[in-house]
């Protein structure tokens, strides 16, 4: 199983609403195919309550394995099903690469 279909599977432990996991790897100087850099995009009712940052220790728990190895970058949008509601069901856009230019 590669490593997005991992941290899909792991997500789905938090009943989520709506799950998105981006492999962003392609926009950063890393070989074709690689699997280190992804965009999360989370709603669950599970977060109503929870700050920002509980939110995301709930996650990184999830993930540790993945974290502690392939995955060098994680970008994390967490929303309950209301905040998602009120954001039009769009999450940020990722910026781009600013580092590890080849050169």
Known sequence: MNVQARIEEKLQSLDPEHAAVENESHMHN?????????KVTLVAEGFAGLMPVKRHQQVYALLADELSGPV?????????????QQRAAARPDSPNCRGGGAG
């Open 72 to 84: 060098h970058a994680l970008a994390l949008h967490l929303y309950t099903p209301e905040e998602w």
């Open 30 to 38: 890393v070989p074709p195919d690689s699997e280190t850099h992804f």
